[in-house]
């Protein structure tokens, strides 16, 4: 088989196709072409914590699979400091209103609820790969 590699799309063409690839609009300008022992071992199955991807001489090479739980963890973190900043504002504008003026019993509820928001931001653990249950603000549920 002729047999060719984009490490810009990481995949594999057959060269003799290259008309049809180009009529489509799928041709890439790096294809390189690869001995069919190369194109069997990375059409396989990857080692163990591996993925097929380019190798820094443009052919295939198996590199390790990208770190997603610490993506999610990062992401997770973000999200938690951002909801407890937005409830820190909420508690410090209801608390200035209440030194100034004092609450309202509709702000005094709300008050409490922003509070009781931000500990349950504060308590919920974002440093796994699990899915976090994220609670709604006051208002919102």
């Known amino acids: 088989m002729n047999i060719g590699y984009s ?3 990481n995949t594999f063409f057959l060269l003799d196709e290259e008309a049809a690839y ?9 294809i390189i072409p690869v001995p069919d022992d190369v194109w069997t071992r990375f059409v396989g199955e990857p080692p163990e914590g591996k993925q097929r991807g380019p190798g820094k001489d443009g052919l295939p090479a198996w590199v ?19 909801l407890l ?4 504002t909420e508690i410090r504008m209801l608390t200035v209103v209440q030194e100034v003026y004092g609450l309202n019993d509709e702000e005094k509820k709300s008050l409490g609820a922003w509070k009781e928001h931000l500990a349950d931001i504060y308590r919920l653990e974002v440093n796994g790969k699990d899915k976090v249950n994220w609670p709604l603000a006051p208002g919102k549920g």
């Open 85 to 88: 900043e937005r409830a820190d």
């Open 64 to 82: 390790d699979i990208p770190d997603q739980e610490g993506r999610i963890i990062e992401e997770n973190q973000a999200i938690k400091y951002a």
């Open 22 to 30: 180009r009529e489509s609009g799928t041709w890439q300008d790096d």
């Open 7 to 9: 490490a810009k799309e």
